[in-house]
């Protein structure tokens, strides 16, 4: 018996929210393959994709 496999790329926003969405990629790839010849990856690396600066998390202090 034969077995086909999608593979689903997806990246979405603190709201849940999808921002990129790539479908069709053969199972027989590995994740990492899957990703760096991703339209998505090609946009993060030649930083085009107006993400955010990165902020360090903080505690808050609810200890009144």
Known sequence: ???FSTVLLAV?????CF???NVGSYGKS???TIFQES?????LSEETL??????????LD???
């Not at 979405?12 to 849940?16: E, I, K, R, S, T």
């Not at 339209?39 to 946009?43: N, V």
């Not at 107006?50 to 505690?59: D, F, S």
């Open 19 to 21: 921002l990129y969405v």
């Open 30 to 32: 590995n994740d990492s």
């Open 39 to 43: 339209l998505f990856y090609k946009h």
């Open 62 to 64: 609810n200890t009144n």
């Open 12 to 16: 979405c926003d603190a709201n849940y």
């Open 1 to 3: 018996q034969t077995f």
């Open 50 to 59: 107006n993400v955010p600066a990165p902020k360090p998390i903080t505690a």
